[in-house]
């Protein structure tokens, strides 16, 4: 994943691009860039790996290094950027925040129909960013050139370009899955993935940016490019996991959404009498704590942490690239409270499970640590299908997922076909896979949230929201 922020104002923009850019460091971090302009220097452009480093250390000096009126500023999970281009339209920088599925096809398609060379890296890949800037150039303005690589792309592209005459162009990915917004202050306007960076630093947010819209940013204001589609599939993930509490997206608080989710699975185990004898309420830190907080006020079981995670070294626990390093470091983290589990049963809301692998460690850890029986909650109902979108989950495979591997075991292949059962408390597959998940990961009890329940949370229409991960819809 990744995220990005960029400004345009009567004054030197990079302190607050610099802070703007920081704010969106939970959204990925294996590289992070910033690009300014500046009459006199022109086009600068600073990328650094982050994935030991965090954004704020290694750009701090980025004050001395540029300067300039208009700046981008990009954190991402995967290819080096912002990256400079010279073009038929000139030179400019660009940031996209996505995956391209089809960057093989698409790389044969440009090389075909103009000649030409890719930079390549290691392995021989080329960075999907310069294969969008090449689908842009095959059109003759920037407008044209955004609309077409969008339609060519299989998966998901957000795009923010800093051109050589200080203007901004911002673009939402095709149907919404990723939000956009624009913020206004007295002295010019900023662009945005979360809401907050922009509030942070005295912008208010002026606008969202419909599915597809394509604008153009200066400090007088916002000029529209391209209108918004009609189809919107924005990602629920972000409000059960990935967005900060503190962000909105389509007027729909992050924060506020979890605890309502946490509300409904309690309205849920209250009829179904599935909380019976639990002493506390806890989530797994951290994106899991508001579901659970909102699960404890309705159920009114007491809500209580009873481990915490030692984050002042290590983050965010998939940091390490290794899988076998990242597990090792999400158990040293966890620190426990012993008197809130030892002789407890213990009720834990966790945003979502997947592999199930730090999950399994988690139980564990909470039985070593004295805990009578552990009851697990997911914000988000099972999921069964990877991220083809937005690459949120790591698991190269379906059968990575847990949810499938266990239909796999329960009934073969076969049981592929019943998903929708599976994914259902009240029938038997649906009890069956839940079964199974509790004893892999020696669980009390499991329970999903409920498709039904999720968007009830979110509280928009459901043609509006992406659930492919949960029931495979596009």
């Given at each position: 994943?990744?995220?990005?922020?960029?400004?345009?104002?009567?004054?030197?923009?990079?302190?607050?691009?610099?802070?703007?850019?920081?704010?969106?460091?939970?959204?990925?971090?294996?590289?992070?860039?910033?690009?300014?302009?500046?009459?006199?220097?022109?086009?600068?452009?600073?990328?650094?790996?982050?994935?030991?480093?965090?954004?704020?250390?290694?750009?701090?000096?980025?004050?001395?290094?540029?300067?300039?009126?208009?700046?981008?500023?990009?954190?991402?999970?995967?290819?080096?950027?912002?990256?400079?281009?010279?073009?038929?339209?000139?030179?400019?920088?660009?940031?996209?925040?996505?995956?391209?599925?089809?960057?093989?096809?698409?790389?044969?398609?440009?090389?075909?129909?103009?000649?030409?060379?890719?930079?390549?890296?290691?392995?021989?890949?080329?960075?999907?960013?310069?294969?969008?800037?090449?689908?842009?150039?095959?059109?003759?303005?920037?407008?044209?050139?955004?609309?077409?690589?969008?339609?060519?792309?299989?998966?998901?592209?957000?795009?923010?370009?800093?051109?050589?005459?200080?203007?901004?162009?911002?673009?939402?990915?095709?149907?919404?899955?990723?939000?956009?917004?624009?913020?206004?202050?007295?002295?010019?306007?900023?662009?945005?993935?979360?809401?907050?960076?922009?509030?942070?630093?005295?912008?208010?947010?002026?606008?969202?940016?419909?599915?597809?819209?394509?604008?153009?940013?200066?400090?007088?204001?916002?000029?529209?490019?391209?209108?918004?589609?009609?189809?919107?599939?924005?990602?629920?993930?972000?409000?059960?996991?990935?967005?900060?509490?503190?962000?909105t997206y389509e007027g729909v608080n992050v924060e506020v959404m979890r605890y309502v989710n946490g509300r409904?699975?309690?309205?849920?185990?209250?009829?179904?009498?599935?909380?019976?004898?639990?002493?506390?309420?806890?989530?797994?830190?951290?994106?899991?704590?508001?579901?659970?907080?909102?699960?404890?006020?309705?159920?009114?079981?007491?809500?209580?942490?009873?481990?915490?995670?030692?984050?002042?070294?290590?983050?965010?626990?998939?940091?390490?690239?290794?899988?076998?390093?990242?597990?090792?470091?999400?158990?040293?983290?966890?620190?426990?409270?012993?008197?809130?589990?030892?002789?407890?049963?213990?009720?834990?809301?966790?945003?979502?499970?997947?592999?199930?692998?730090?999950?399994?460690?988690?139980?564990?850890?909470?039985?070593?640590?004295?805990?009578?029986?552990?009851?697990?909650?997911?914000?988000?109902?099972?999921?069964?299908?990877?991220?083809?979108?937005?690459?949120?989950?790591?698991?190269?495979?379906?059968?990575?997922?847990?949810?499938?591997?266990?239909?796999?075991?329960?009934?073969?292949?076969?049981?592929?076909?019943?998903?929708?059962?599976?994914s259902d408390f009240n029938t038997e597959r649906g009890k069956k896979l839940r079964a199974a998940i509790c004893?892999?990961?020696?669980?009390?009890?499991?329970?999903?949230?409920?498709?039904?329940?999720?968007?009830?949370?979110?509280?928009?229409?459901?043609?509006?929201?992406?659930?492919?991960?949960?029931?495979?819809?596009?």
């Open positions: 994943m990744g995220g990005f922020f960029g400004a345009v104002c009567k004054t030197d923009v990079v302190t607050d691009v610099f802070f703007g850019t920081d704010y969106h460091s939970h959204l990925g971090t294996r590289n992070a860039g910033m690009a300014a302009f500046d009459t006199g220097r022109r086009l600068q452009r600073v990328i650094h790996n982050i994935e030991n480093s965090p954004f704020r250390t290694r750009f701090e000096r980025i004050t001395q290094e540029m300067r300039g009126n208009a700046a981008i500023g990009v954190i991402s999970d995967f290819d080096p950027q912002p990256l400079l281009i010279r073009s038929v339209m000139g030179t400019y920088a660009i940031c996209v925040i996505g995956v391209v599925n089809n960057a093989n096809a698409l790389i044969d398609r440009v090389l075909n129909f103009g000649g030409g060379h890719f930079d390549a890296m290691t392995g021989g890949a080329v960075n999907s960013t310069e294969l969008i800037a090449a689908l842009i150039s095959q059109k003759s303005s920037f407008t044209e050139g955004i609309r077409f690589a969008q339609n060519q792309i299989e998966g998901t592209a957000s795009i923010l370009l800093l051109k050589d005459d200080g203007t901004l162009i911002a673009a939402r990915d095709k149907v919404g899955r990723l939000p956009v917004m624009i913020g206004r202050r007295e002295d010019g306007m900023c662009v945005t993935f979360e809401s907050f960076a922009a509030q942070k630093l005295g912008f208010e947010i002026e606008k969202e940016l419909g599915p597809g819209e394509i604008v153009q940013v200066t400090a007088e204001g916002v000029t529209q490019l391209s209108p918004p589609g009609e189809k919107m599939r924005f990602c629920s993930f972000l409000w059960s996991y990935y967005g900060y509490p503190t962000s409904i699975m309690a309205r849920h185990d209250k009829e179904m009498n599935n909380n019976e004898g639990v002493d506390y309420v806890g989530g797994v830190p951290d994106s899991g704590t508001p579901h659970a907080i909102g699960y404890s006020n309705e159920s009114g079981l007491p809500f209580a942490r009873a481990f915490i995670k030692y984050t002042p070294t290590w983050a965010r626990s998939f940091m390490p690239t290794d899988q076998t390093q990242r597990n090792r470091v999400a158990k040293m983290k966890q620190i426990p409270v012993q008197e809130l589990i030892r002789h407890k049963s213990l009720l834990f809301v966790d945003d979502s499970i997947v592999r199930g692998t730090q999950l399994r460690e988690t139980v564990e850890f909470l039985y070593e640590s004295g805990a009578k029986a552990v009851h697990m909650r997911s914000a988000c109902p099972p999921i069964m299908y990877g991220c083809k979108f937005l690459n949120f989950s790591r698991a190269t495979s379906d059968l990575e997922l847990i949810a499938r591997r266990k239909i796999l075991e329960i009934e073969g292949e076969e049981g592929f076909k019943y998903i929708e059962e599976y004893d892999e990961l020696h669980l009390a009890s499991l329970e999903f949230q409920s498709l039904e329940g999720i968007v009830e949370a979110i509280g928009l229409p459901k043609e509006q929201l992406c659930t492919y991960c949960w029931n495979g819809e596009e």
